[in-house]
């Protein structure tokens, strides 16, 4: 079997490694023996099952260039009814080595839990690559950290749909990152719930980021639910926890929800450093903040945290937010349009330094002079 190109290899918890062929009806028992048996342009399905070190599997799994993974999900999430790789808190999960656009990777319907640090490494890269359908959780700790719990990827066109990232308490910086440009990150349809990323950096820290120009941020139909990072951290003296997503390009959030988000001390639940993005039809419901050591001052980003840069805010609506909705801290101008504002602090909205708010529904007008509801 070794060798072949353009198949289709079969993995299942009934499989064996010593007597099976990776056919349909002689699978393998572990993904590892199924990567290497193959050549490129190959697509492994796994079965239902628990997939982990005591099966006999080795960790991190090693993905060759356009060679696709395809599990079962069921309604339990579990080894019964769905594809569970659990590298038992031995190693990353997977890594991804730089390939082509011709020939990318997809991972479909698998629950990813028990990574050391990173579940998926694409650090190396250069990796143009898809993440359909599945849950990643319960990312172990390493010492020191890892950059980014769940995904971490560099110079890459990465794409995540209808997967739910939970569970996760790490002392990484980061749950999902992509930097150096050239690449991309596109998100849609995905839940985010129970996260906490607790690592510190200078350069900051999130639950969601993209960093260098011309690496494009699009986050749509997506949720944020009890889902904490470190906002931008510019004093390292500061304990600051904050920004649920950052961006330093041009970025788009469309039809999300943010809520039950609370921070000791915090940044922006949406931070945007030296960009113009753009957020709207989305809900931010039970924000809770406190402030962030800015440059020895006190200050809260509340939802809306802007750096040097310009936002649209369209058709959102601030509810229960307990802290600020908005602060505008050097050379910003943040525009709300048609948003709701209610439950909130009498003074929603605060400005730094070389800044100003900008709300409307036909025309601008200055910070205050805009109706809202306590």
């Not at 628990?50 to 060679?67: C, I, K, Q, R």
């Not at 019964?80 to 990353?92: H, K, R, Y």
């Not at 991804?96 to 997809?106: D, F, G, I, K, S």
């Not at 600051?240 to 929800?257: E, K, M, P, W, Y």
Request: negative net charge; proline residues 4%; contains cysteine.
């Amino acid at each position: 079997m070794s060798g072949i190109a353009w198949a289709d290899i079969y993995v299942s918890e009934l499989g064996s490694d010593d007597t099976g062929d990776g056919s349909e009806v002689s699978p393998y028992r572990t993904i590892t023996k199924a990567l290497s048996s193959l050549g490129a342009e190959t697509a492994i399905t796994v079965g239902a099952g628990l997939y982990n070190p005591d099966a006999g599997e080795v960790f991190p799994l090693t993905v060759p260039v356009g060679v696709s993974i395809f599990g079962t999900m069921g309604d339990e999430e579990n080894e019964l009814d769905s594809t569970v790789i659990d590298a038992g808190g031995t190693a990353n999960a997977f890594v991804l080595p730089q390939t082509t656009a011709e020939a990318p990777n997809t991972f479909s319907d698998l629950v990813v839990t028990g990574a050391l640090g990173t579940a998926f490494d694409a650090s190396a890269g250069n990796w143009p690559g898809t993440i359909d359908g599945c849950v990643i959780k319960e990312v172990a700790n390493t010492d020191p950290s890892a950059t980014a719990a769940a995904l971490f990827a560099v110079s890459s066109n990465v794409t995540i749909t209808d997967t739910t990232i939970r569970d996760i308490n790490s002392t990484a910086p980061y749950i999902v990152r992509v930097q150096t440009s050239p690449g991309s990150l596109l998100i849609e349809d995905c839940t985010f719930q129970n996260l906490r990323c607790t690592g510190a950096t200078n350069n900051g820290s999130c639950v969601v980021s993209v960093t260098s120009s011309n690496l494009p941020l699009t986050i749509r139909r997506s949720a944020f639910d009890n889902a904490n990072g470190l906002m931008t951290q510019y004093d390292p003296a500061g304990s600051q926890r904050g920004a649920v997503v950052t961006g330093r390009n041009s970025f788009l959030i469309d039809a999300c929800i943010f809520r039950n988000i609370s921070y000791a001390t915090c940044g922006a639940v949406v931070l945007g450093y030296n960009t113009t993005y753009t957020v709207q039809n989305s809900l931010f419901h039970n924000i809770t903040a406190g402030n962030v050591n800015w440059y020895g001052q006190n200050v809260n980003f509340g939802v809306i945290g802007t750096h040097y840069n310009t936002s649209t805010w369209r058709n959102c609506t601030f509810d229960a937010c307990s802290s600020v909705v908005g602060h505008t801290q050097v050379y910003g101008t943040p525009r709300l349009y048609n948003c709701s504002v209610t439950s909130v602090p009498r003074k929603p909205f605060t400005t730094g330094i070389s800044r100003q708010f900008v709300l409307s529904t036909r025309s601008t007008c200055k910070v205050g002079h805009c109706c809202w509801q306590r």
